[in-house]
């Protein structure tokens, strides 16, 4: 008897990832598309930098054009389509300015994470940028994630407690996010985020893991935030079950080279 076609596999959920890359494959491009994976969507990527870059810190950092950015954006986004974007390195004001207007004109939730600075305090924005960020990128961001150095580069507020962190998330939603989390994870104490649009207020909190093996936590939250969103959630619970797997990844993080390790993004499945 012949045998009947399969039916067609379900397409997953689809998640694209401007970024630049990360060498040693902590942060970056292949942490998104690591973390993309660990939530079951389908992972995709725009190129907006090459660094070279170990577990000691960045060595050298080579930006694409905009004129490559954009062909990138478009391939993925006239043909395959997407549910979420996440942003990550936009070293200049020209990509900055690139990536938000292409965000401005797709129909899908955009996570940004403006990075400032690398785990190992290599400069990863120019300061010109800045601007650019406030008023080009975040007014189309449904969710922003800045930690407290970017939201000292941002607002100028140098946050030390947790009312503190309310006073920045205020600063950065008159930016004009939809919602912005403000990590505290460098603040004394366990781990505590904040969650806001300004009504509605959530905080999120962890146990601190006594790990310095934290190399791509940003990249790895905003992706798994951006996950979330293009699986259906609003984006209380999508920052939640971020929140529950970057602390997971976090507690699992393993030496990697002579410096600081990366996250353990297969948490969850190694060893089964």
């Known amino acids: 008897m012949p045998v009947p076609p399969a039916a067609p596999a379900a397409v997953p959920a689809r998640v694209l ?5 990360d060498s040693g494959g902590g942060a970056g491009i292949q942490a998104d598309l690591k973390t993309m994976m660990a939530f079951g969507v389908h992972g995709m990527s725009v190129l907006t930098a090459v660094t070279a870059q170990n577990s000691l810190g960045v060595r050298g950092a080579w930006e694409l054009p905009a004129d490559a950015v954009r062909a990138q954006y478009r391939a993925v986004v006239d043909d395959i389509g997407v549910q979420a974007v996440k942003t990550g390195m936009l070293s200049s004001a020209a990509l900055v300015e690139t990536v938000a207007e292409l965000l401005a004109g797709t129909d899908a939730p955009a996570v940004v994470d403006p990075v400032g600075v690398s785990k190992h305090g290599d400069a990863l924005l120019a300061a010109e940028a ?6 080009r990128l975040l007014p189309v961001a449904e969710v922003a994630t800045p930690n ?7 607002t100028g507020l140098t ?3 947790e009312p503190g962190m309310r006073r920045a998330a205020e600063a950065v939603l008159a930016f004009g996010p939809r919602w912005v989390v403000i990590k505290g994870g460098h603040l004394p104490g366990d781990p505590v985020d904040l969650l806001t649009d300004g009504d509605q207020e959530h905080w999120l909190r962890a146990p601190r893991h006594d790990n310095r093996h934290t190399h791509g936590t940003g990249c790895t939250l905003a992706s798994a935030i951006a996950c979330g969103l293009a699986r259906g959630l609003d984006v209380p619970a999508a920052v939640r079950g971020a929140k529950e797997y970057v602390t997971g990844a976090i507690a699992a993080g393993f030496p990697l080279g002579s410096g600081v390790g990366p996250v353990d993004h297969a948490w969850r499945t190694r060893g089964c």
Not at 148 to 154: G, S, T, Y
């Open 159 to 161: 946050v030390t407690d």
């Open 17 to 21: 990832t401007v970024a630049g890359s």
């Open 130 to 135: 800045l601007d650019s960020v406030r008023t």
């Open 148 to 154: 407290l150095d970017e939201v000292a580069q941002l």
